[in-house]
């Protein structure tokens, strides 16, 4: 039998299956309310809002896996493990953004693991806010130092 060769492409597309079996989930847990009327509806709002503010977080991972896949050339066995990008090919300043943005967002769920506890509307705004730097997988800045072009004409192979 032919071995097939693990390229970044079918890595995206386990990704897309693993977060597609992920918001299945999430859909088979929602119950829908005994009537359809709207007084109904109205005491199911937390509920509503908690699962969009879980599917923003789903969407923000697959988008910004999808960015990071965009700088693999070929996979190796601990970019299959790791299932992020090999960072020799993502500029220092790059890592360094992401080092901190992951750091304040581990700050910031800390927080709001704690502040829940006592104020539950707040630790949830905190979880809200953490998400906001990740809605652009890449910082402004960023697109100058790297534009697309010159990262595809400095080294072949790097499609996505």
């Known amino acids: 039998m032919h071995e097939q060769k693990a390229t970044p492409d079918r890595l995206g597309a386990f990704s897309d299956a693993v977060l597609a079996v992920i918001i299945t989930i999430m859909v088979l847990e929602l119950k829908a309310p005994e009537e359809a009327t709207f007084p109904t509806l109205l005491p199911l709002w937390p509920t509503a809002i908690s699962y969009a503010v879980s599917y923003l977080f789903i969407a923000i991972i697959w988008l910004n896996h999808h960015h990071l896949l965009r700088f693999v050339s070929h996979t190796t066995p ?4 790791v299932n992020f990008a090999d960072t020799p090919q993502i500029p220092e300043r790059a890592r360094r953004m992401a080092r901190r943005r992951s750091f ?3 700050t910031i769920f800390t927080s709001a693991m704690l502040v829940v506890l006592f ?3 707040v630790g949830f705004a905190l979880i809200c806010c953490a998400l906001i730097p990740y809605l652009t997988p890449e910082a402004p800045w960023l697109r100058a130092l790297v534009r697309p072009s010159s990262r595809r004409s400095s080294s072949p192979g790097h499609g996505r």
């Open 104 to 106: 304040a967002t581990l």
């Open 78 to 81: 601990a970019l299959i493990w």
């Open 119 to 121: 104020a539950p509307g």
